[in-house]
């Protein structure tokens, strides 16, 4: 279990600019979710994947926002045309495929944390 | 909307003292409970977590308590040592709902004094 692994941990961006993360989830997990999470702040929802499928979005992520997952493995959350308020940590998480929320606890990753300028 | 309120928003504790932080939720679907601390540069790390139909759950130091009519849950950090100097989150989610978002509170920030 190596853990979930996110790239780059650091990305600092001008205004306007596009970026995207990766996130590589645990091998035998088939969820995987990004959260955003500001100073001082909880983690907060942006969307999930169950496999390659999209499943659920949160109203936070907006048009500027796309994530996706290819082949269900390894996933890429892009933010286009950056503004100063996206500027946060982006944390993803996996989880198995447990219809028991108590047997498919969330694993995150260290984040990327995005700063635009 | 915040669907689970967390207190304190800080917390002092001296080494050997014992750290309470607590939440209340309102969403009567939710119906499961983790809590999950967090070091500088980290991501968060499940700590411990309580299905409804116990009262408690404990794990070494730590220990959480459920009120379901009240509709709130605490954490009990026993004997707080100065590695336990972390954020700390509750959360919610509807336990046969395993897809759908796990909802944190805002965190509290413990200090442990050595």
């Known amino acids: 279990d190596t853990g979930v692994s996110q790239n780059p941990r650091h990305k600092i961006t001008k205004r306007g600019q596009n970026v995207t993360f990766r996130c590589d989830p645990i091998?035998?997990?088939?969820?995987l979710y990004w959260y955003r999470q500001t100073l001082g702040q909880g983690p907060e929802f942006l969307t999930y994947?169950?496999?390659?499928?999209?499943?659920?979005k949160s109203r936070l992520l907006s048009d500027r926002f796309s994530a996706e997952r290819p082949k269900g493995s390894f996933s890429t959350l892009e933010i286009q045309r950056t503004e100063q308020g996206d500027s946060a940590m982006y944390l993803c998480?996996?989880?198995?495929?447990?219809?028991?929320?108590?047997?498919?606890?969330?694993?995150f990753g260290n984040g990327t944390r995005l700063t635009v300028t | 909307q915040q669907q689970v309120k967390q207190s304190p928003q800080s917390l002092i504790v001296q080494k050997g003292g014992i750290s309470i932080i607590n939440c209340a939720y309102e969403?009567?679907?939710?119906?499961?409970f983790p809590w999950y601390q967090q070091f500088p540069g980290k991501g968060p790390a499940l700590l411990i977590a309580?299905?409804?139909?116990?009262s408690e759950k404990k794990e070494g130091r730590f220990t959480i308590s459920f009120n379901k009519s009240a509709k709130q849950f605490s954490l009990h950090i026993m004997d707080s040592q100065p590695g336990d100097s972390a954020t700390y989150f509750c959360?919610?989610?509807?336990?046969?709902?395993?897809?759908?978002?796990?909802?944190f509170g805002k965190g509290t920030t413990l200090s442990v004094s050595s």
């Open positions: 994947f169950q496999n390659e499928a999209q499943l659920e």
């Open positions: 969403n009567t679907a939710f119906d499961y």
């Open positions: 998480a996996s989880s198995r495929d447990r219809q028991d929320s108590y047997n498919s606890p969330l694993h």
């Open positions: 309580i299905r409804p139909d116990v």
């Open positions: 091998s035998e997990h088939n969820r």
């Open positions: 959360a919610a989610r509807g336990r046969n709902q395993a897809g759908t978002a796990l909802i």
